[in-house]
């Protein structure tokens, strides 16, 4: 049900020294359809972003942030932009050090 506030998912985080540069690691799976999503690569790597784990979407520098605001997108306003539900965050890159994690809002309960 949509509710009229924003609700925060729970943050996740993997560690750099995990990534692979062969094969995509999971970050997140959204439980909720997610109208903001902000990525953090908090380590000296940069990494290769997917949201199917086989196609390169998006490229994170090393200590850089993305941020995905898909309601400010939205077209008309009227209608509500959100990253469906179940969608998986996946990684790929070199190993590292520190850590890279994912914050997901909601307007869903």
Aim: with cysteine.
């Amino acid at each position: 049900m949509i509710i009229n506030r924003v609700v925060p998912l729970a943050c996740t985080s993997v560690d750099a020294a995990t990534l692979n540069p062969a094969v995509f690691i999971a970050l997140k799976t959204l439980e909720s359809p997610a109208l903001y999503l902000k990525i953090i690569n908090n380590s000296n790597t940069a990494v290769a972003i997917s949201y199917n784990g086989t196609t390169v979407h998006d490229y994170l520098i090393a200590h850089d942030t993305l941020e995905l605001n898909f309601q400010t997108n939205s077209i008309p306003r009227a209608k509500q932009a959100n990253m469906a539900k179940n969608t998986t965050v996946y990684l790929q890159g070199d190993p590292g050090v520190g850590l890279i994690a994912c914050t997901t809002y909601t307007t869903y309960e």
